[in-house]
């Protein structure tokens, strides 16, 4: 369719970390191998945690031509100060001693599906080198609201109606009516079909009138036909009316998006004009 949318786990004993149950993935095992084998040094005077760890991270990248990267599984870990001195020692024996004298710990993320897999996570426990993210939060069950029950977001889509790839229309459309979405539909082209285009680029249109007309019927929305620019400027008066339904005090981003979606209607109805000056 031609559219425009607007809108592991481990253990540790007496500070000795258990045996592995699964095998770290490449970046975790890349990290053990190599960013915690660099040797690094430095002296600090009562300075944050997070600002020792961000010089040894500068270290290891002149060293290897990549930082070893940190995440915090809690925020006041990293604002901890630490007078701290070490010289030429390996990243790992650094840690360890670091998180001896904090009283934390850090591990390794391994998880092939995780945004940080190979980062080193320090913790407010006592691990060393292996631990685990915890487990995967269960997904809530999505119940489905009364279609057009959402009043605090929209969909306004600009098509032929004509899909040429993705997902079907109408199987997009229930996903927005069971979330309570209006998706107002705009067509443009006609049933014969023809190219339109703007600024060198042109694109083939063939209006599919019954499946813009479904779409918006599934969502409790309106379907309209912007054929001209004159079409288009009614189209968006009459959108302007239905869209602002009361006034009161808002967090302004949604108003932002708003005018950012009459806009791109105002676009295509350029488009429109000036396609139609160029087939004369």
């Excluded at 990267?69 to 006041?76: E, I, L, R």
């Excluded at 040429?164 to 209006?182: F, N, S």
């Excluded at 309209?224 to 302007?240: C, E, H, I, P």
């Amino acid at each position: 369719m031609h559219a425009v949318f607007v809108i592991l786990a481990a253990a540790a004993v007496s500070g000795q970390p258990a045996a592995r149950v699964a095998p770290d993935t490449p970046a975790a095992e890349h990290t053990r191998a190599k960013y915690l084998k660099a040797k690094v040094e430095g002296e600090f005077k009562d300075a944050a945690l997070r600002d020792v760890l961000k010089e040894f991270a500068h270290q290891v990248d002149t060293q290897l031509e990549h930082p070893v990267m940190w995440t915090y599984a809690d925020a006041k870990a990293g604002n901890l100060k630490v007078t701290f001195s070490c010289k030429k020692k390996s990243l790992e024996d650094v840690l360890d001693d670091l998180c001896t004298k904090l009283k934390l710990g850090y591990f390794v993320i391994s998880d092939a599906e995780h945004p940080r897999d190979g980062w080193v996570r320090i913790t407010m426990g006592t691990e060393r080198g292996i631990g685990s993210l915890g487990p995967k939060a269960e997904p809530k069950p999505f119940k489905p609201v009364a279609p057009g029950s959402n009043t605090n977001s929209v969909i306004i889509l600009m098509s032929d109606g004509r899909r040429t790839t993705g997902p079907d229309p109408l199987d997009a459309a229930k996903i927005a009516a069971d979330r309570g979405v209006r998706v107002f539909t705009v067509g443009f082209g006609t049933a014969a079909g023809g190219l339109i285009g703007f600024e060198g680029w042109s694109v083939y249109v063939r209006l599919d009138e019954e499946t813009l007309k479904a779409v918006a019927d599934v969502t409790r929305a309106e379907y309209f036909y912007a054929g001209t620019s004159a079409d288009l400027r009614k189209v968006y008066r009459n959108l302007n009316s239905k869209l602002v339904l009361e006034r009161k005090n808002v967090e302004i981003t949604s108003l932002i998006t708003m005018g950012a979606a009459l806009l791109v209607v105002l676009a295509l109805g350029l488009s429109l004009w000036w396609s139609s000056r160029n087939l004369r």
